[in-house]
């Protein structure tokens, strides 16, 4: 029997009209006679956080009973179908951050993926200096030839006004991720302008706005090209094609449909194009793009802020009219109490359904979320409070079979976030000796 050696690039794009669209990985990518899981194409991995502001009432996330086949509280209740790959870990402590200095939290958010906020001289935070965060360190060890080292969204932001940050630098609210000491990496709030970063046409916002008008088809002129590449692939691989393209044109259906509607676009201050007026749809959407970054490997990191800390955001959507922040100070009266819950509750429902789309994607010997690690988490837990023990600490994926799932952990008495960190950091292979106030490798 003949067997070829030939097989497709893994870095294929697809072109046309400017236009340079990357491929989910494909068995003809593969060389013949050879299992996908022993290609490095197989091996690689993919790290997300996604972080939620406000706290999360902890008697209604965390487990009573620990170890396996614990019982899902109703909060974290959306991803129970996926139990095998969640790992959940209780009575850890986040940072304080710069609380003792009034920024309560902004220390929250600011220092969830670093374990150190905001870093002042002589209490003076008016300055941008953080640490690198985990995110970027991992990156630095898995994001390969990928066109995006790593992608930093979100769907809001809290503004440049003097005074509208409790007088701190707003970028300190507005992102996470920092790329190191003094290079902070604020979020996208704009799916228009991540999609343009994964699939080009860059430019300023008037030249997104001239832009809208023709783009609505801008996929179509590769439609020929996938054509004749569709006669070089097998059935399976003509399947995994179309669906991907498919993907591709609904978002950019959807962010065209939005940015004609709203009435964010941009005008003489340069204001971003696209922004979804529905919260709900930004969600969708924001998540939707992060699996298409997988998906088609154009970036292997991500790191979703899907609201500043103290947002003064309303889920009418889910019928609580009141913004999140006023109730998450529930007084512990039980309607308030479950209301915070709802909103949680919401919040998993939508990573859920990511999770559900990342599981429902194959890829090599399985899907997409055997190569991920996802850490889902808030950076205080009552929020009544401001409390920072016994904070939410949720992974999700098997991060290559490095990670195994149905498990909770009860960690030691407020044992710091940092060391998760650090045992993140070792899952996903970056070399790390510590990070913010760790004082060990936290063992997953």
């Not at 609380?99 to 209490?123: R, V, W």
């Not at 939508?350 to 599981?359: E, P, R, S, T």
């Amino acid at each position: 029997m003949f067997i070829s050696k030939k097989h497709l690039s893994r870095r294929t794009l697809l072109r046309g009209a400017g236009l340079a669209v990357s491929l989910p990985l494909l068995d003809a990518m593969v060389p013949a006679a050879t299992a996908q899981s022993q290609t490095a194409a197989g091996q690689r991995l993919r790290f997300g956080s996604v972080y939620v502001p406000n706290g999360i009432y902890p008697a209604d996330w965390h487990p009573e009973k620990v170890g396996k086949d614990f019982e899902f509280k109703k909060v974290m209740k959306p991803v129970e179908k996926y139990r095998d790959y969640v790992t959940t870990i209780s009575r850890m402590k986040s940072p304080e951050g710069a609380q003792d200095m009034g920024g309560i939290h902004m220390g929250a958010s600011s220092a969830f993926l670093n374990g150190a906020g905001p870093l002042s001289e002589n209490g003076n935070f008016n300055q941008l200096k953080s640490k690198k965060s985990l995110d970027q360190y991992i990156a630095d060890a898995i994001a390969g030839d990928t066109p995006l080292r790593s992608l930093e969204v979100g769907t809001e932001d809290m503004g440049t006004s003097a005074g509208a940050c409790d007088n701190y630098p707003c970028l300190f609210f507005n992102t996470m991720a920092w790329y190191d000491d003094e290079s902070p990496l604020p979020v996208a709030i704009s799916p228009q302008v991540t999609f343009e970063r994964m699939f080009g046409d860059p430019g300023t916002a008037e030249q997104r706005l001239r832009r809208l008008a023709t783009k609505q088809n801008m996929l179509d002129s590769i439609l020929d090209e996938s054509k004749r590449l569709e006669r070089m692939l097998g059935a399976g691989d003509r399947a995994l094609l179309d669906e991907y393209l498919t993907n591709i044109h609904r978002i950019d259906d959807q962010i065209q449909k939005l940015s004609t509607r709203s009435g964010v676009i941009a005008n003489t201050t340069g204001g971003p194009v696209g922004i979804p007026e529905d919260f709900d749809e930004h969600m969708t959407l924001t998540y939707d793009l992060m699996h298409l970054a997988f998906q088609g490997d154009m970036t292997r990191v991500f790191s979703f802020m899907t609201g500043h800390e103290a947002t003064g955001r309303s889920y009418a959507h889910i019928g609580i009219n009141e913004p999140h922040h006023n109730v998450s100070h529930h007084k512990n009266t039980d309607e308030s109490i479950a209301k915070y819950s709802m909103i949680t509750n919401y919040q998993m429902q939508k990573f859920a359904q990511f999770v559900d789309k990342l599981y429902n994607t194959p890829e090599a010997d399985g899907n997409l979320l055997d190569s991920t690690l996802l850490y889902f988490g808030a950076g205080m837990s009552n929020g009544l409070l401001h409390d920072r023990h016994n904070v939410p600490a949720l992974l999700v994926g098997a991060a290559g079979g490095r990670l195994e799932g149905n498990r909770h952990i009860q960690a030691k008495e407020d044992e710091p976030t940092s060391n998760l960190l650090l045992g993140i950091a070792d899952i996903m292979g970056a070399e790390l000796d510590t990070i913010g106030i760790a004082t060990d490798h936290f063992v997953l």
